[in-house]
């Protein structure tokens, strides 16, 4: 895909819910491929921009998550790993790409609340994952969201007594 047409999908869908919802959806499919069959992020990048309708996807979130979660891993990898039960690689590789998008979003997009963070994460593994995968990622991005989100966490208490 061209700049051209990436810069004309740019002004109408960038920063929106539902085009963040849909670019979630594909960085999901793009990270179960990464992780398993270990296809290079560009190659990745490109396939998805080349064989799905991305026109309604955020594409700068898209390209964003989808260049940093590879660049980050060991550090997003360190954040997760405490709050497991078993170790990392015996993950369902869908949880583990959910878990590996949310928490990116929660070191490097502060411009998503975590709130948002955890709610998108929980309706992904809702749709993707195991039976009750999602109580299992809604815990662990709970208590990472109180670690790595400190601040917005304190905010959002205070608001809610009042």
Do not use: C
């Amino acid at each position: 895909m061209g700049d051209s047409q990436t810069k004309k999908l740019k002004p109408s869908n960038v920063g929106k819910p539902a085009a963040r919802k849909k670019a979630r959806r594909f960085l999901l499919q793009a990270m179960y491929q990464w992780q398993l069959a270990k296809t290079p992020i560009d190659e990745l990048e490109e396939q998805f921009r080349t064989d799905f309708d991305m026109k309604k996807a955020d594409i700068e979130y898209f390209h964003d998550v989808l260049q940093g979660i590879p660049q980050h891993v060991n550090d997003l990898d360190r954040h997760i790993e405490p709050y497991l039960d078993r170790r990392l690689d015996e993950l369902d590789p869908i949880e583990l790409g959910i878990l590996r998008i949310a928490v990116y979003e929660l070191t490097q997009r502060v411009d998503v609340p975590y709130k948002v963070v955890i709610n998108e994460a929980v309706e992904l593994a809702k749709l993707f994952g195991a039976t009750d995968g999602h109580k299992y990622v809604n815990g662990v991005l709970d208590k990472l969201a109180q670690k790595l989100r400190v601040m917005e966490f304190k905010h959002n208490s205070k608001d809610s007594q009042k």
